[in-house]
């Protein structure tokens, strides 16, 4: 079960939360599965930068398939890499060994594609008061996908997602695309954005993404009956019809891209 939380720029999330002051070194681990973290449109160094200026912890695995260079860009701007050997086109195999690699209370998941918000980092090096009676919540921020011109953005990929949420509380399966596994009872979803830019890769590796997928759920179609990812997911340029302005999101548009 969800909740959905709103945030406006005169009401800010963490006066409306009742969060403390964030401590000098946050209780946050970055967590991170990353292959090829040097291509154009991977964000890895940026968010590892960014984690490391705010006083988190940074845990990465890196897959072992990642061109030439990659271990050695990384390797500076994390505490921990781990070696990830995966032979597919999803890395939830390697989630539960990541989480565990992590020392910190809370995890801090961001893709090697998506960029937090200011205002969602600042709220993930925080432990949120705001609990489900003596237990705390996981929080699912709004994954919003533009454009590469930054135009508009993407509906078919505006989702809420588990990405903030004690270390220990989630488990991953393995399974391709399967749902992590869980003991906490809610989940609040949080108006803040994570942008995630999939749609800037090239269109024929989108292809093969959606080609990837679809082979995959054949093979774990149990775990979750319904459709894989199509190419309505990734290949914006087949919809025009389903984008939208930015609008009030604007403001949370990071200033680096």
């Known amino acids: 079960m969800a909740v959905t939380l709103e ?16 401590p000098t070194k946050p209780n946050t681990s970055l967590v991170q599965i990353t292959r090829d973290p040097l291509l154009p449109w991977k964000t890895s ?13 940074v845990v990465v695995a890196l897959d072992r398939r990642s061109v030439a260079g ?7 701007l994390v505490d921990r890499v781990i070696d990830f050997d995966n032979d597919t086109g999803w890395p939830e195999g390697a989630w539960n060994t990541v989480l565990d690699a992590a020392t910190r209370d809370w995890a801090f998941l961001v893709s090697d594609d998506e960029t937090p918000s200011e205002a969602l980092w600042q709220f993930a090096t925080q432990i949120p008061t705001l609990t489900n009676g003596d237990e705390p919540y996981i929080w699912r ?31 991953h399966n393995g399974g391709f695309d399967e749902l992590p596994t869980t003991r906490l009872k809610q989940q609040v979803n949080l108006d803040l ?4 830019f999939t749609l800037w890769s090239p269109r024929a590796y989108r292809e093969q993404k959606v080609r990837d997928h679809e082979a995959a759920w054949q093979k774990f179609w149990h775990l979750h009956p319904w459709l ?8 914006w340029e087949n919809y025009p019809d389903e984008t939208e302005p930015i609008g009030k999101w604007e403001e949370h548009r990071p200033w680096k891209v």
């Open 141 to 171: 921020p709004r994954m919003l996908a533009p454009l590469p011109d930054w135009s508009a953005l993407y509906r078919p990929l505006d989702t809420y997602q588990p990405r903030y949420f004690p270390r220990q509380s989630l488990r």
């Open 193 to 196: 954005p994570l942008w995630h």
């Open 228 to 235: 894989p990812s199509s190419d309505r997911a990734y290949l």
């Open 70 to 76: 990659s271990l050695s860009a990384i390797r500076p």
């Open 7 to 22: 945030v406006s720029r005169r009401n800010s999330l963490l006066t409306r939360l009742g969060s403390s002051t964030r």
């Open 45 to 57: 160094l940026d968010t590892f930068h960014k984690a490391r200026s705010l006083g988190m912890e």
